[in-house]
């Protein structure tokens, strides 16, 4: 049976927005991120970060931070009671320096190669699942890929909605405070949803 998902970004939506995170000790969850996707796990949402880690095709650091901050970030998260599904992210970025992944690929977002990855591991209900997201190209990853978009405004949210939201094509469905805002928003949507076509 399909369930529906949340995709939510990383960087300055899940945890603080410091540009590249090239050091664990860099990793520090939002405040209220836990709560957040611990509530998605009670409700039967698919819990997934889709996130840009183009540091690794610049050099900055090796992909293997990567995974070791995401799994930093998975154990943060159970301590608290909260489990994501699924982790993707894409390290490319044209023009990089790491030839390995200095290439144009489908997985960069604002392009949907991170969702369909997900759809392929997952049996997602696309027309009832949501991206969350503190940047314009999380808007625009939410209508290539067909599902509403929730702009927040931690990380680059607040400055992305006043300068450049204004004049974007791919406006977001709702506007949150944060991501545990923004869960809340779909939370009782849905129940008041359910609600309606039970009467």
């Given at each position: ?118 759809s ?59 991501l ?14 359910a ?5």
């Open positions: 049976m399909k369930r529906p998902a949340v995709f939510m970004d990383r960087d300055g939506t899940v945890n603080e927005q410091m540009g590249y995170i090239n050091h664990i000790q860099r990793f520090v969850l939002l405040p209220g991120a836990a709560k957040a996707i611990h509530l998605l796990n009670r409700q039967g949402y698919l819990a997934i970060i889709v996130s840009n880690q183009s540091g690794v095709a610049r050099g900055y650091f090796p992909i293997g931070l990567v995974h070791e901050i995401h799994n930093h970030m998975r154990r943060l998260l159970r301590q608290e009671g909260a489990i994501l599904d699924g982790v993707y992210f894409c390290p490319h970025y044209p023009g990089g320096k790491v030839a390995d992944y200095s290439v144009a690929c489908e997985c960069r977002k604002p392009r949907t190669g991170l969702i369909e990855q997900a392929g591991e997952f049996s997602i209900d696309m027309a009832r699942s949501y991206i969350i997201g503190d940047r314009c190209t999380d808007m625009e990853l939410a209508f290539r890929a067909g599902m509403k978009g929730i702009m927040v405004k931690t990380g680059y949210g607040l400055g992305d909605l006043t300068y450049v939201m204004p004049t974007f094509p791919y406006q977001p469905f709702h506007v949150a405070e944060d545990l805002d923004a869960v809340h928003w779909i939370v009782e949507g849905d129940s008041a949803s609600c309606s076509h039970r009467r």
